[in-house]
């Protein structure tokens, strides 16, 4: 996809000293836009460009569902029928990635994923992300893997930056994200994702869970994988038994995919929920 036609910039500081009188800056500016070179506003050191939504536009369509107001955590009643939808959050190890999808896709029944990646995991596996996005919806993460608390806290034009990063990964294989699983969520992060309309997802109950302590030594590490999966199974079953929701699994974590078939056998053959894409989960 290509966004724009090339560029020239050339650089003017209207407050360095120079031979230039006040009167004569404006009139280079009447100048210059009288021949259709209006003037635009960088400051690489803040990472603020005007004109960055121009030549960075990515049109989402109205009718997605999602919320881009909030973080969309479970999935809308369906009469009396509790739906689940299951998501991956894809980290940047593509061997432990490929592993667990490529077992979910051979479960004997189909699972209608959803795969958030990040824009630099897009660029390192290009045809990997693409030969997935032909079977599953993809959604972003972010464009890079920030140390954990670290990428909320970023001025806005970093975080615009940093997301339209992993839009731009993405569209160059051909595919317009919608939704978005960011790493952290307030209200700066909340309103750089409206600004480029995408759907904000968060989960239910996610593997691993991301409580501190919840999983420790004593309660889960130190048991053998036998032992460890129906341990597993009663967090997801706690968080999602009476209500159904998003169930996301952290690729990165080894333990999700040693959970991962047990885990769909459970969904599919005890628990009451219908397993449903996640936007049929928000309809």
Same mark, same amino acid.
């Given at each position: 996809?290509?966004?724009?036609?090339?560029?020239?910039?050339?650089?003017?500081?209207?407050?360095?000293?120079?031979?230039?009188?006040?009167?004569?800056?404006?009139?280079?500016?009447?100048?210059?836009?009288?021949?259709?070179?209006?003037?635009?506003?960088?400051?690489?050191?803040?990472?603020?460009?005007?004109?960055?939504?121009?030549?960075?536009?990515?049109?989402?369509?109205?009718?997605?569902?999602?919320?881009?107001?909030?973080?969309?955590?479970?999935?809308?009643?369906?009469?009396?029928?509790?739906?689940?939808?299951?998501?991956?959050?894809?980290?940047?190890?593509?061997?432990?990635?490929?592993?667990?999808?490529?077992?979910?896709?051979?479960?004997?029944?189909?699972?209608?994923?959803?795969?958030?990646?990040?824009?630099?995991?897009?660029?390192?596996?290009? *045809?990997? %992300?693409?030969?997935?996005?032909?079977?599953? !919806? +993809? $959604?972003?993460?972010?464009?890079?893997?920030? #140390?954990? /608390?670290?990428?909320?806290?970023?001025?806005?034009?970093?975080?615009?930056? *940093?997301? %339209?990063?992993?839009?731009?990964?993405?569209? !160059? +294989? $051909?595919?317009?994200?919608?939704?978005?699983? #960011?790493? /952290?969520?307030?209200?700066?992060?909340?309103?750089?994702?409206?600004?480029?309309?995408?759907?904000?997802?968060?989960?239910?109950?996610?593997?691993?869970?991301?409580?501190?302590?919840?999983?420790?030594?004593?309660?889960?590490?130190?048991?053998?994988?036998?032992?460890?999966?129906?341990?597993?199974?009663?967090?997801?079953?706690?968080?999602?038994?009476?209500?159904?929701?998003?169930?996301?699994?952290?690729?990165?974590?080894?333990?999700?995919?040693?959970?991962?078939?047990?885990?769909?056998?459970?969904?599919?053959?005890?628990?009451?929920?219908?397993?449903?894409?996640?936007?049929?989960?928000?309809?």
């Amino acid at each position: 996809m290509r966004f724009s036609q090339y560029r020239f910039y050339g650089e003017f500081h209207d407050w360095a000293p120079t031979q230039y009188s006040q009167h004569q800056k404006d009139k280079l500016r009447d100048d210059l836009h009288a021949v259709g070179a209006d003037q635009v506003t960088w400051a690489g050191e803040y990472k603020s460009f005007s004109d960055f939504d121009i030549m960075l536009n990515i049109k989402i369509p109205d009718n997605i569902p999602g919320s881009v107001f909030k973080a969309s955590d479970s999935c809308k009643v369906d009469g009396t029928t509790t739906k689940l939808a299951a998501v991956i959050e894809v980290g940047m190890n593509a061997k432990r990635a490929k592993r667990l999808i490529s077992t979910l896709e051979a479960y004997p029944q189909k699972i209608p994923l959803t795969l958030f990646v990040y824009g630099d995991f897009v660029e390192q596996n290009f *045809d990997l %992300v693409k030969r997935w996005s032909e079977s599953h !919806e +993809i $959604g972003i993460r972010a464009g890079s893997r920030w #140390p954990g /608390g670290y990428w909320e806290i970023q001025n806005k034009d970093m975080l615009r930056m *940093d997301v %339209v990063s992993a839009q731009v990964r993405l569209a !160059e +294989i $051909g595919v317009t994200s919608a939704y978005i699983f #960011p790493r /952290g969520l307030n209200e700066e992060v909340i309103q750089v994702i409206k600004q480029r309309q995408q759907r904000i997802i968060d989960s239910t109950i996610t593997f691993p869970p991301r409580k501190v302590g919840i999983l420790t030594k004593e309660s889960y590490f130190k048991y053998r994988d036998v032992e460890r999966i129906p341990k597993a199974l009663r967090i997801v079953d706690d968080a999602t038994s009476n209500k159904g929701g998003i169930l996301s699994l952290d690729s990165d974590f080894p333990d999700s995919y040693m959970i991962s078939v047990f885990l769909f056998d459970y969904l599919f053959q005890v628990s009451p929920h219908k397993i449903v894409s996640l936007t049929d989960c928000l309809s």
